[in-house]
């Protein structure tokens, strides 16, 4: 008994130090992430170090960054089901090699039967354990939609770009020690939440470099690879979920995957000083804040503010506080609703939001709202360049962490929880604490606004940074700061990625900082009347510097902030 105790400390504390030795990754069962790497060809920076190795490994193969994005997302389905998903949605942002830009919109969207008041009690009281948990939360996924509308910009058989997949859901791997803990935590809502114990449920707790093997989802995967989306939408897969939400009273049907439709969307472009910004447009609202919030800084030169002095960040604090009273009023999925871009992102408009703004003086949201318009934790980013100057930045998502903790018996994937980024009834925040109104509440087929970033900088014509991060509505601002870290502070990449952060969305009226934001500024901020308050880490943020303009060299950041890797060669 003794003997079997000291072997399996000594199998524990060799697989710990490979874990830590930082050799290549060429063995799902022995592998370490880096945080930095500095290449010349081609680079992805993912939430996990076997999904980044898996995409470079292709682009070596001959394949470009659109490749290398639909492996990596694949492999980040099932090696980090926290976030990586085929169940949930998300968008791409690219700028191909032609110079064109593109943005493809894969966010789910609400089932046939679903209505405005489906997550109210009779009273007219939001019911959010019903919008965040189990099968009534989930949104009719898009991803693998998604995966096949990119690829008609791919160059490589789609067999060949799922296989990494197939094989790390069938043959298994070791988990992180998050991820252990993660399970552990999840293991009661993953057995009250499912109508059979999926994967993620075991008897024993999971610790650090156990294997997780999911079968059901590699035969899902199997289906994908031989039947196309049809795999996942018709079939055996969409009678699974149908199934599935029948044993859990949840709503997508048959006719709603059947119906999914990716959309190809034009991207929010718009110069930031030198630079050429691409970002995603609706129903995200990433690129617009990203927009309003740069082009509110413009002239004020924020680059001659000392970094993170209270002066800087009161400056970003109020073009936040104005961009996100927006989003609460006025934002929502455009083929729904009418929201007026055109004159939220305007000069003019912009100017005027920030006629108020008084340096030195706490803002507040009681009287700062959103402007005149004069007119009718879970989510992951993925960046990636290529050798051939083709840029990709994807940001992808569950909503919260593990979705709706739903995984589709017989199939082994989650399904998203996104019904919460509806607005459930106005003036309710939902997990993200952001606020809606009627441009975001929830029809059949509308797609529920997000604030997911993926965001490409050109310089000179030429790709110069791939950024976004997970972070609900902390997003925006996250990839914000990276930009004006690199472009206003010209910080190294790692810095911009690795600094501390702050966030402000008008509501509530705060500024949130991670726990090491410097204490002095904050103490000035409280001087000024903001309030201040620390909270858990913000984003994970994927930032790639291509430095010459061409894809060379290429620096590849991932953030310090969890497992995530860098890959490149
Ligand atoms: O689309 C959105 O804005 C949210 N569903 C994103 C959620 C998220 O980033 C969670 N990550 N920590």
């Not at 830009?101 to 609400?110: H, L, P, S, V």
């Not at 690199?486 to 509530?508: G, R, T």
């Not at 009347?529 to 930032?543: A, D, M, P, S, V």
Request: aromatic letters at 8%; one cysteine or more; hydrophobic letters at 40%.
């Amino acid at each position: 008994m003794k003997y079997k105790v000291i072997c399996g400390l000594l199998m524990k504390l060799l697989l710990f130090s490979t874990l830590l030795s930082g050799a290549q990754i060429t063995d799902p069962f022995n592998y370490l992430g880096q945080k930095k790497v500095t290449v010349n060809k081609g680079a992805v920076v993912s939430a996990h170090p076997l999904a980044s190795n898996a995409g470079v490994r292709i682009l070596k193969q001959g394949g470009n960054a659109i490749d290398a994005a639909i492996v990596t997302q694949l492999a980040l389905a099932v090696v980090y089901p926290g976030a990586g998903n085929i169940g949930g949605g998300g968008f791409m942002v690219a700028h191909l090699k032609n110079g064109r830009n593109i943005t493809i919109d894969y966010r789910e969207t609400a089932p046939a039967k679903a209505g405005r008041d489906m997550y109210l009690d009779k009273n007219g009281n939001p019911q959010l354990n019903l919008s965040q948990d189990g099968h009534l939360a989930c949104g009719v996924p898009g991803t693998v939609a998604g995966l096949f509308a990119s690829m008609k910009y791919a160059k490589l058989p789609f067999k060949k770009l799922i296989q990494p997949a197939i094989e790390l859901a069938e043959k298994g791997f070791a988990i992180t020690a998050s991820q252990a803990d993660d399970l552990n935590e999840l293991k009661n809502e993953f057995i009250q939440l499912n109508t059979s114990p999926p994967a993620f449920v075991k008897k024993t707790p999971w610790k650090a470099g156990d294997t997780l093997i999911q079968k059901d989802l590699a035969n899902t995967l199997k289906r994908i690879r031989d039947l196309g989306a049809k795999g996942f939408y018709e079939g055996r897969t969409a009678n699974l979920i149908v199934a599935e939400m029948t044993k859990g009273k949840g709503i997508i049907s048959y006719q709603d995957l059947k119906n999914y439709k990716p959309v190809e969307r034009k991207a929010i472009e718009f110069d930031y000083k030198s630079f050429h910004i691409i970002s995603m447009p609706l129903p995200s609202s990433g690129g617009i804040i990203l927009q309003q919030v740069l082009k509110m800084i413009e002239k004020r030169n924020i680059g001659a503010m000392k970094f993170q002095s209270a002066e800087s960040v009161q400056l970003l604090t109020e073009a936040e506080r104005r961009a996100y009273a927006d989003r609460a009023k006025y934002l929502g999925d455009a083929d729904f609703v009418k929201v007026p871009v055109k004159v939220l992102v305007s000069d003019a408009y912009l100017e005027a939001r920030m006629k108020d703004y008084t340096a030195g003086r706490a803002g507040n949201s009681e009287t700062i709202k959103e402007g005149i318009v004069k007119e009718s934790e879970e989510t992951t980013h993925i960046s990636i360049i290529d050798a051939e100057g083709n840029a990709v930045a994807i940001t992808t998502t569950l909503n919260g962490s593990y979705g709706s903790r739903t995984v589709v018996s017989g199939a082994g994937f989650i399904l998203n929880n996104e019904m919460d980024d509806f607005s459930v009834k106005p003036g309710v925040p939902n997990m993200y604490g952001a606020v809606g109104s009627g441009a975001n509440a929830i029809a059949p087929g509308k797609r529920m606004l997000s604030s997911m970033t993926p965001t490409i900088v050109l310089k000179n014509n030429h790709p110069y940074l791939v950024v976004g991060t997970p972070g609900g509505t902390t997003i925006p601002t996250s990839v914000i700061q990276s930009l004006v870290n690199m472009i206003d502070y010209n910080m190294k990449p790692e810095d911009a990625v690795n600094k501390p952060k702050f966030h402000h969305q008008w509501l509530p009226d705060e500024i949130f900082t991670e726990k090491d934001f410097d204490a002095a500024t904050a103490r000035r901020l409280q001087e000024m009347g903001y309030k201040i308050t620390i909270r858990g880490e913000i984003g994970r943020t994927e930032l790639i510097e291509i430095k010459a303009g061409k894809a060379k060299p290429i620096t590849a950041i991932a953030d310090k902030r969890g497992n995530d890797g860098a890959e490149g060669y």
